[in-house]
């Protein structure tokens, strides 16, 4: 038992190892628990004890966040009733360690200036003198093992104390449990107002407050401001218990319900703002407002709030817009003009807002779509209800500021604008004032106008302006409220329709308010770059030297930054870096001297995306020598990078299994020609390699064999490629033409030939007009080129061996006006004939004044060339690795695919036709320059996606250059001797990989059973599991079942990183069968990542006649050869648009129970007999209908009597139709007496009348079965078989009937 007044921890006594001293409430292993890390300093009581007969000096040492103190006034000032419960001690587990937790109501009561006073070292005990001693835990969360601080669970501390007395020691090791109170309201806006309320009636709202942490919290709730005192009296603040509520206790993780009951008591406007503050951290405090407008009189509303009531932005960045939609509905009769304003906590943030043009609802890729008010990168969204931060408080300060939405432009409706009526004039005059930004169907406003019944959609973004570091909620949430209110007021110029108003409402109807509460919680990114200075030291020239920069993210939200600097020997990487909250990132910085340099200097600058006030810069010293003379290249030649100076090339990012394409000139310095050897290298085998283009004539000034190889081949390659960008949609429109065209009209030729043009707008690649002219070429899927093709009737030969050049033939392709020669390929070299398989070639007509020259080849030679360099040109300029992903329309994104398509396929054609030849050995002219076409393809798994390439391109000079060999023995005092002595040039490739991933989400589309003709929609999704934006193609096989599949947009996008788009298509079959379609769909960036979806469908011929009912079930019937029971309709219609000629005749069926058979009878007069049933049963449906629309009548129900009237007229006039349709109908008997044969008019109709007979000898109640057939006359395969029922009566039952 403890001593009177002692804590419970005071009888927990161990001896040390020597027993020269005890120590009381401090057991060897201790757990402490329930530990508050909001500013609450746990203090630990602990005692020492001298053992010995003499003096004794005690050593204490503590580590972690541990510290003793001799005397706190804290622990001083608690009485000694309060001492005996402030430690609970729970019993020792099997590893010896005691739980102890402290008493968090005693510890609030502590002053922290106390618990920060100095330690001490040591303690000075007499003979058996004990010293009570205060063990202080200072929890800090940067000293925690785990845990996780954004969902505020337990983290753990250790730390340990060791007491020692000479050689006798004894050490306690601690472990501490700790967690933070997170004190959170549900709504968050921590706002509710009650608007247009009447006095004298009572309004309830629910207020919740939530215990976000693992750990128990009290709480309190104080009013801090009110308007009316007095009236402070009808505001009740009540628990689930209808209790008054003033604060309590909140579990782990839970919550409580606060009722707020208001009763008006007068008119007017009343305000009381609240503070609920976490008990355990005065920090921890939110503020909430209660409001409600008051009138003697209840209003009918004008506009109604179709959104949420409350506005959470959640978790914001700084410098990001973030929006959210607000939708209002006019209930009124009269067009209604809305006004905003702000109110509230607005420091630091910059709001506007838009509404859409056509009022519709903007969807998710289009938010915001606002034009000045939003960057123009997408703005991101937060999740709705975000965790609050542990230093993220209410700053409300007053309700009386106000902030107005910055634009004052005014939008409103088409409708509005152009309507006559109510809000006509009003429309127009607001209309006037907006305006359309950037092509956006949205404008900027701070005045709405909304129609009668309509419903508008108002966009509100927000920015938080960022901090300076030196803030104290620098990096952390700050939590900021503020609510939009939006008054509603009749338009000027509206006719309302004339309502009786009491005296005095006329000035309460002037205006209407809503009240919209905001929340968001606001962090401004801060990033912390190290080290500050890069000291390179000294650095070889030709070697790579590399150092790394770290990147902090102090921030608690992820923070955006990318490396700027301007060099030509450093490198890093320049593409944006993403750090999670309170991570780093590390960025590798390269160096690569390429001339001698004693005090190099340069600053690379780290920008902070979201908080440019952040951007750190670094400094780079380092000092170039050249110790292996690799700086001699200078003097000889230069690498050009594309016309700077500069000894390495960055691809950027690339994609895996991607090729890219740079340009490196040589230039060279000399008088005199220079011959350079080139190899490639790089850790991947194939992954790069460099090229040279096709040399057009040699020295001599002649026409190289290599270039007319190419100029036979390159177009050969063109015309076989699947070349597809304006050839698919050439017949994708032209196919649409067709089907909306009339049988048998012409197709107009200039808009065919205006649907070849380019939607990109650059003509480099464009068609010329008459491409398709001969229609075997375009069946021959031409791709691409500059020339017209056409050919003869018979085939081409399979080899071609050189090109000729002839005056074009006036008729060979159409007008040749445009063009001035045609070139031959020809398989004989017999230049006066002109064989049938010749491929003509039309190059453009050269300008004004140039000498055709029609005997020689040297000028096609020439244009397939000059045609390949602008390829290359187009390839190297307009070749994407990151895909762009905004575009003015549908139409641009899709010719932006095909676009980048075709420049992918036109590297393989490029290198294939030997145009881009490996480069081995580059022979520079005198003062020329020769460029190097360098090749990038990486390979691998996704797993590399992130690394970075590193390759290297040797330079090796292989000829003497005479004239600059005198110069450099003088200048450096030695002979080169020979051009093998300087070092072998190491030049850099880099580039930052990554990975475009496709996915589908399904690899088998069963549309299951149709028939010919009939449409079905369908649609792909394309998902991209990439950060990267996918760019796709879907492709069909070609084949005949292939032309059913229709894609009506989309078949060539671009899908954002980690986002899906569906893309639909229409699947109408034109053969009926087993149809089972592959379709592809293509990842641009990555051919290997491509996937297929199968098509399936099971296609039946469309059915020619229509049965209403394929069973007739007849009831009871009597055994005998004579037609009983009751006559049954049998309803057959014809499907088709031509006349139809049926047969109905009956079907043995199998008997009944007990071998009884059901045979079908047609009466004598089959058709009178079906109408007079058809018109019977039509009768009684209308006697109940006129019965239900007397009543309906009577009651006064007058959507019921539009609706029975309307049925009515339905079944009148389809009665009608009926029996005119059937006296089209003709229905004969044939010879036998027991078949029908019925003639349908086109889409006729006919009822025929049918009997049973069941033969005798069955029991009483027995099932019976019978068929009737149905088939076309000349078509017995094809049968519908119509079912027929019945009972069989008993005998006893039937004879005692007829004897009566």
């Given at each position: 038992?403890?001593?009177?007044?002692?804590?419970?921890?005071?009888p927990?006594?161990?001896?040390?190892?020597?027993?020269?001293?005890?120590?009381?409430?401090l057991?060897?292993?201790?757990h402490?628990?329930?530990?508050?890390?909001?500013?609450?300093?746990?203090l630990?009581?602990?005692?020492?004890?001298?053992?010995?007969?003499?003096?004794?000096?005690?050593?204490?040492?503590?580590?972690?966040?541990?510290?003793?103190?001799?005397?706190?006034?804290?622990?001083?000032?608690?009485?000694?009733?309060?001492?005996?419960?402030?430690?609970?001690?729970?019993?020792?587990?099997?590893?010896?360690?005691?739980?102890?937790?402290?008493?968090?109501?005693i510890q609030?009561?502590?002053?922290?200036?106390?618990?920060?006073?100095?330690?001490?070292?040591?303690?000075?005990?007499a003979?058996?003198?004990?010293?009570?001693?205060v063990?202080?835990?200072?929890?800090?969360?940067?000293?925690?093992?785990?845990?996780?601080?954004?969902?505020?669970?337990?983290?753990?501390?250790?730390?340990?104390?060791?007491?020692?007395?000479?050689?006798?020691?004894?050490?306690?090791?601690?472990?501490?449990?700790?967690?933070?109170?997170?004190?959170?309201?549900?709504?968050?806006?921590?706002?509710?107002?009650?608007?247009?309320?009447?006095?004298?009636?009572?309004?309830?709202?629910?207020?919740?407050?939530?215990?976000?942490?693992?750990?128990?919290?009290?709480?309190?709730m104080?009013?801090?401001?009110?308007?009316?005192?007095?009236?402070?009296?009808?505001?009740?603040?009540?628990?689930?218990?209808?209790?008054?509520?003033?604060?309590?206790?909140?579990?782990?993780?839970?919550?409580?319900?606060?009722?707020?009951?208001?009763?008006?008591?007068?008119?007017?406007?009343?305000?009381c703002?609240?503070?609920v503050?976490?008990?355990?951290?005065?920090?921890?405090?939110?503020?909430?407002?209660?409001?409600?407008?008051?009138?003697?009189?209840?209003?009918?509303?004008?506009?109604?709030?179709?959104?949420?009531?409350?506005?959470?932005?959640?978790?914001?960045?700084?410098?990001?817009?973030?929006?959210?939609?607000?939708?209002?509905?006019n209930?009124?009769?009269?067009?209604?003009?809305?006004?905003?304003?702000?109110?509230?906590?607005?420091?630091?943030?910059?709001?506007?807002s838009?509404?859409?043009?056509?009022?519709?609802?903007?969807?998710?890729?289009?938010?915001?779509?606002?034009?000045?008010?939003?960057?123009?990168?997408?703005?991101?969204?937060?999740d709705?209800?975000?965790?609050?931060?542990?230093a993220?408080?209410?700053?409300?300060?007053?309700?009386?500021?106000?902030?107005?939405?910055?634009?004052?432009?005014?939008a409103?409706?088409?409708?509005?604008?152009?309507?006559?009526?109510?809000?006509?004039?009003?429309?127009?005059?607001?209309?006037?004032?907006?305006?359309?930004?950037?092509?956006h169907?949205?404008?900027?406003?701070?005045?709405?106008l909304?129609?009668?019944?309509?419903?508008?959609?108002?966009?509100?973004?927000?920015?938080g302006?960022?901090?300076?570091?030196?803030?104290?909620?620098?990096?952390q949430?700050?939590?900021?409220?503020?609510?939009?209110?939006?008054?509603?007021s009749?338009?000027?110029?509206?006719?309302?329709?004339?309502?009786?108003?009491?005296?005095?409402m006329?000035?309460?109807?002037s205006a209407?308010?809503?009240?919209v509460?905001?929340?968001?919680?606001?962090?401004?990114?801060?990033?912390?770059?190290?080290?500050?200075?890069?000291?390179?030291?000294?650095?070889?020239?030709?070697?790579?030297?590399?150092?790394?920069?770290?990147?902090?993210?102090?921030?608690?939200?992820?923070?955006?930054?990318?490396?700027?600097?301007?060099?030509?020997?450093?490198?890093?990487?320049?593409?944006?870096?993403?750090?999670?909250?309170?991570?780093?990132?590390?960025?590798?910085?390269d160096?690569?001297?390429?001339?001698?340099n004693?005090?190099?200097r340069?600053?690379?600058?780290?920008?902070?995306?979201?908080?440019?006030?952040?951007?750190?810069?670094?400094?780079?010293?380092?000092?170039?020598?050249?110790?292996?003379?690799?700086a001699y290249?200078?003097?000889?030649?230069?690498?050009?990078?594309p016309n700077?100076?500069?000894?390495?090339?960055?691809?950027?990012?690339?994609?895996?299994?991607?090729?890219?394409?740079?340009?490196?000139?040589?230039?060279?310095?000399?008088?005199?020609?220079?011959?350079?050897?080139?190899?490639?290298?790089?850790?991947?085998?194939?992954?790069?390699?460099?090229?040279?283009?096709?040399?057009?004539?040699?020295?001599?000034?002649?026409?190289?064999?290599?270039?007319?190889?190419?100029?036979?081949?390159l177009?050969?390659?063109?015309?076989?490629?699947?070349?597809?960008?304006?050839?698919?949609?050439?017949?994708?429109r032209?196919?649409?033409?067709?089907?909306?065209?009339?049988?048998?009209?012409?197709?107009?030729?200039?808009?065919?030939?205006?649907?070849?043009?380019?939607?990109?707008?650059?003509?480099?690649?464009?068609?010329?007009?008459?491409?398709?002219?001969?229609?075997?070429?375009e069946?021959?899927?031409?791709?691409?080129?500059?020339?017209v093709?056409t050919?003869?009737?018979s085939?081409?030969?399979?080899?071609l061996?050189?090109?000729?050049?002839?005056?074009?033939?006036?008729?060979a392709?159409?007008?040749?006006?445009?063009?001035?020669?045609?070139?031959?390929?020809?398989?004989?070299?017999?230049a006066?004939?002109?064989?049938?398989?010749?491929l003509?070639?039309?190059?453009?007509?050269?300008?004004?004044?140039?000498?055709?020259?029609?005997?020689?080849?040297?000028?096609?030679?020439?244009?397939?060339?000059?045609?390949?360099?602008?390829?290359l040109?187009?390839?190297?300029?307009?070749?994407?690795?990151?895909?762009?992903?905004?575009?003015?329309?549908?139409?641009?994104?899709?010719?932006?695919?095909?676009?980048?398509?075709?420049?992918h396929?036109?590297i393989?054609?490029?290198?294939?036709?030997?145009?881009?030849?490996?480069?081995?050995?580059v022979?520079?002219?005198a003062?020329?320059?020769?460029?190097?076409?360098?090749?990038?393809?990486?390979?691998?798994?996704?797993?590399?996606?992130?690394?970075?390439?590193?390759?290297?391109?040797?330079?090796?000079?292989?000829d003497?250059?005479?004239?600059?060999?005198?110069?450099?023995?003088?200048?450096?005092?030695?002979?080169?001797?020979?051009?093998?002595?300087?070092?072998?040039?190491?030049?850099?490739?880099?580039?930052?990989?990554?990975?475009?991933?496709?996915?589908?989400?399904?690899?088998?589309?069963?549309v299951?059973?149709?028939?010919?003709?009939?449409?079905?929609?369908?649609?792909?999704?394309?998902q991209?599991?990439?950060?990267?934006?996918?760019?796709?193609?879907?492709?069909?096989?070609?084949?005949?079942?292939?032309?059913?599949?229709?894609?009506?947009?989309?078949?060539?996008?671009?899908?954002?990183?980690?986002?899906?788009?569906?893309?639909?298509?229409?699947?109408?079959?034109?053969?009926n069968?087993?149809?089972?379609?592959?379709?592809?769909?293509?990842?641009?960036?990555?051919?290997?990542?491509?996937?297929?979806?199968?098509?399936?469908?099971?296609?039946?011929?469309?059915?020619?006649?229509?049965?209403?009912?394929?069973?007739?079930?007849?009831?009871?019937?009597?055994?005998?050869?004579?037609p009983?029971?009751?006559?049954?309709?049998?309803?057959?219609?014809?499907?088709?648009?031509?006349?139809?000629?049926?047969v109905?005749?009956?079907?043995?069926?199998?008997?009944?129970?007990?071998?009884?058979?059901?045979?079908?009878?047609?009466p004598?007069?089959?058709?009178a007999?079906?109408?007079?049933?058809?018109?019977?049963?039509?009768?009684?449906?209308i006697?109940?209908?006129?019965?239900?629309?007397?009543?309906?009548?009577?009651?006064?129900?007058?959507?019921?009597?539009?609706?029975?009237?309307?049925?009515?007229?339905?079944?009148?006039?389809?009665?009608?139709?009926?029996?005119?349709?059937?006296a089209?109908?003709q229905?004969?008997?044939?010879?036998?007496?027991?078949?029908?044969?019925?003639?349908?008019?086109?889409?006729g109709?006919?009822?025929?009348?049918?009997?049973?007979?069941?033969?005798?000898?069955?029991?009483?109640?027995?099932?019976?079965?019978?068929?009737?057939?149905?088939?076309?006359?000349?078509?017995?395969?094809?049968?519908?078989?119509?079912?027929l029922?019945?009972?069989?009566?008993?005998?006893?039952?039937?004879?005692?009937?007829?004897?009566?």
């Open positions: 038992m403890a001593e009177q007044g002692q804590p419970a921890n005071y927990l006594r161990q001896q040390s190892a020597e027993g020269q001293f005890s120590v009381r409430g057991p060897p292993r201790v402490l628990d329930r530990v508050y890390m909001n500013g609450l300093h746990t630990l009581p602990f005692w020492i004890t001298n053992d010995t007969a003499h003096e004794l000096v005690v050593e204490l040492e503590t580590t972690g966040a541990l510290k003793v103190q001799e005397q706190n006034a804290n622990w001083s000032a608690v009485g000694a009733a309060q001492r005996e419960a402030y430690v609970d001690v729970a019993p020792a587990v099997a590893d010896g360690e005691v739980t102890m937790a402290c008493s968090a109501t609030r009561e502590y002053s922290e200036v106390f618990n920060q006073l100095g330690g001490i070292a040591s303690v000075r005990l003979a058996h003198e004990t010293a009570e001693l063990l202080l835990f200072v929890v800090d969360a940067a000293d925690a093992d785990g845990g996780d601080g954004q969902r505020y669970e337990y983290e753990t501390f250790r730390g340990h104390v060791q007491v020692r007395a000479g050689a006798d020691t004894y050490v306690v090791t601690l472990r501490a449990s700790a967690c933070r109170t997170v004190l959170e309201m549900d709504p968050p806006t921590s706002r509710i107002y009650v608007d247009d309320c009447v006095t004298g009636r009572t309004y309830e709202r629910v207020l919740r407050v939530r215990n976000a942490s693992a750990i128990g919290l009290d709480w309190t104080t009013v801090v401001e009110t308007t009316d005192s007095v009236s402070l009296s009808s505001l009740q603040l009540l628990d689930s218990d209808m209790q008054p509520l003033s604060g309590g206790h909140l579990g782990a993780r839970s919550d409580t319900q606060v009722l707020v009951r208001y009763t008006a008591q007068a008119a007017g406007e009343f305000l703002r609240f503070l503050e976490n008990s355990n951290d005065p920090a921890n405090a939110r503020y909430w407002v209660f409001r409600a407008r008051a009138s003697q009189r209840q209003k009918p509303r004008r506009v109604e709030l179709l959104s949420d009531a409350d506005i959470s932005f959640g978790d914001c960045t700084s410098g990001v817009w973030y929006s959210r939609d607000i939708r209002f509905k209930v009124s009769d009269t067009a209604v003009v809305m006004r905003f304003r702000v109110e509230g906590n607005t420091a630091g943030l910059t709001m506007k838009a509404v859409r043009a056509d009022g519709t609802d903007p969807g998710a890729s289009d938010v915001p779509a606002l034009a000045e008010a939003l960057t123009p990168r997408r703005a991101s969204l937060a709705d209800g975000g965790s609050e931060g542990l993220a408080t209410d700053d409300i300060a007053s309700e009386g500021g106000s902030a107005e939405l910055s634009s004052r432009a005014t409103a409706d088409d409708g509005a604008a152009g309507g006559s009526g109510a809000g006509g004039e009003a429309g127009r005059r607001l209309a006037a004032r907006g305006r359309a930004v950037h092509g169907k949205a404008a900027l406003f701070d005045e709405l909304i129609k009668a019944g309509a419903v508008r959609t108002m966009t509100l973004a927000l920015m302006n960022p901090i300076s570091g030196a803030s104290v909620s620098a990096g949430f700050a939590r900021q409220s503020f609510t939009l209110f939006c008054e509603a009749t338009a000027t110029g509206a006719q309302p329709t004339p309502t009786p108003t009491p005296p005095g006329a000035a309460e109807r209407e308010r809503l009240s509460p905001c929340t968001a919680n606001m962090c401004t990114p801060f990033v912390r770059v190290t080290p500050a200075l890069l000291e390179f030291g000294s650095v070889d020239v030709g070697t790579l030297k590399s150092l790394w920069l770290r990147v902090e993210n102090l921030a608690q939200v992820e923070a955006t930054v990318q490396c700027k600097l301007d060099s030509k020997v450093i490198t890093c990487t320049r593409v944006p870096i993403t750090i999670a909250p309170l991570q780093s990132a590390s960025v590798r910085v160096i690569y001297p390429r001339r001698i004693a005090r190099y340069k600053q690379i600058i780290v920008r902070n995306m979201h908080n440019r006030h952040n951007d750190n810069v670094v400094e780079v010293r380092s000092i170039h020598v050249d110790r292996r003379r690799v290249h200078n003097l000889f030649y230069h690498t050009l990078v700077n100076e500069q000894n390495f090339v960055d691809f950027g990012a690339v994609p895996l299994n991607t090729r890219s394409l740079r340009r490196v000139n040589l230039h060279n310095v000399c008088r005199c020609p220079l011959s350079i050897e080139v190899a490639a290298d790089a850790a991947d085998a194939g992954a790069f390699a460099a090229y040279v283009r096709v040399r057009l004539r040699d020295s001599a000034g002649r026409l190289t064999d290599a270039a007319r190889h190419v100029a036979r081949r177009p050969l390659l063109e015309r076989q490629a699947a070349m597809h960008s304006n050839i698919e949609r050439f017949k994708e032209t196919a649409g033409e067709a089907e909306a065209r009339p049988p048998g009209s012409p197709s107009p030729p200039h808009r065919a030939r205006a649907a070849l043009a380019l939607a990109s707008g650059d003509d480099r690649l464009a068609l010329p007009p008459d491409m398709f002219i001969d229609k075997s070429i069946r021959g899927h031409v791709c691409l080129s500059p020339f093709r050919r003869h009737k085939t081409l030969p399979p080899s061996a050189y090109l000729d050049v002839a005056p074009a033939a006036s008729n392709a159409g007008s040749t006006s445009d063009y001035k020669h045609v070139v031959r390929i020809r398989e004989h070299r017999d006066d004939s002109h064989p049938a398989g010749a003509l070639l039309t190059l453009p007509r050269a300008e004004a004044g140039a000498t055709p020259d029609t005997g020689g080849d040297d000028e096609a030679v020439a244009g397939v060339i000059g045609r390949a360099e602008q390829i040109d187009e390839i190297i300029d307009r070749l994407d690795m990151v895909p762009q992903t905004l575009f003015a329309s549908p139409e641009a994104e899709d010719a932006y695919v095909r676009r980048q398509v075709d420049l396929k036109y393989d054609l490029l290198e294939e036709s030997g145009y881009l030849r490996p480069a081995r050995r022979r520079l002219a003062l020329g320059t020769e460029p190097i076409i360098v090749m990038l393809r990486p390979a691998g798994a996704a797993d590399r996606a992130g690394q970075r390439f590193d390759g290297n391109l040797y330079f090796r000079l292989v003497r250059p005479g004239d600059l060999a005198t110069y450099a023995d003088k200048a450096h005092g030695t002979a080169f001797g020979s051009t093998d002595q300087l070092p072998v040039r190491r030049f850099l490739v880099q580039a930052s990989l990554l990975h475009s991933e496709l996915e589908i989400g399904q690899k088998s589309i069963n299951g059973n149709m028939q010919v003709d009939e449409p079905s929609r369908k649609y792909l999704v394309v991209n599991r990439s950060e990267t934006p996918l760019m796709y193609a879907i492709r069909k096989t070609g084949s005949i079942a292939s032309g059913d599949i229709r894609f009506a947009d989309n078949r060539y996008g671009v899908v954002r990183g980690f986002d899906s788009r569906k893309v639909g298509f229409v699947f109408t079959p034109s053969l069968g087993v149809y089972n379609e592959q379709i592809s769909i293509a990842n641009v960036l990555n051919a290997h990542g491509s996937k297929r979806a199968a098509l399936k469908a099971v296609v039946r011929r469309p059915t020619k006649f229509y049965i209403q009912s394929l069973h007739l079930d007849f009831g009871e019937v009597e055994a005998g050869r004579r009983s029971g009751d006559a049954q309709v049998l309803a057959i219609k014809n499907m088709t648009a031509k006349a139809r000629r049926l109905v005749r009956p079907q043995a069926a199998g008997g009944g129970d007990a071998g009884a058979t059901l045979e079908a009878r047609f004598a007069d089959v058709a007999q079906a109408a007079r049933l058809v018109d019977r049963e039509t009768e009684e449906k006697e109940a209908l006129e019965q239900k629309l007397k009543i309906a009548v009577r009651k006064n129900r007058a959507e019921k009597v539009d609706k029975y009237r309307a049925k009515l007229g339905k079944l009148r006039s389809g009665g009608e139709q009926a029996a005119a349709q059937a089209q109908a229905v004969r008997r044939l010879a036998d007496d027991r078949q029908l044969e019925v003639e349908l008019a086109a889409g109709e006919a009822s025929i009348a049918v009997v049973v007979e069941a033969s005798a000898g069955g029991r009483s109640g027995s099932a019976l079965r019978g068929a009737l057939v149905v088939h076309e006359a000349k078509d017995t395969d094809n049968v519908k078989v119509v079912e029922t019945a009972r069989l009566k008993g005998q006893e039952r039937s004879s005692r009937q007829t004897g009566s």
